[in-house]
């Protein structure tokens, strides 16, 4: 069972841009996680093709079960 957090801003041109955390802390605290998306705002040391992160819009945890099957 795999973990990602995914964090959700919007773009200079009015998109949305995702960045992913594998494995993230558990339990998430949500107050950490929106500081921690305006520092990264702040920063602006991202830019996408859409432009810089202007706004936190949303996160999120993403729970993936893989179960593989043996085909004979």
Do not use: C, H, W
Not at 9 to 14: Q, V
Not at 23 to 48: C, G, L
């Amino acid at each position: 069972m795999a973990k990602t957090l995914e964090l959700q801003f919007g773009t200079e041109l009015g998109k949305t841009a995702n960045l992913s955390v594998e494995n993230p802390k558990e339990p998430i605290d949500e107050a950490v996680v929106k500081q921690s998306m305006a520092q990264i705002i702040a920063s602006e040391i991202f830019t996408t093709s859409s432009g810089k992160f202007v706004a936190a819009k949303g996160a999120r945890v993403i729970d993936r079960n893989v179960t593989d099957y043996e085909l004979v």
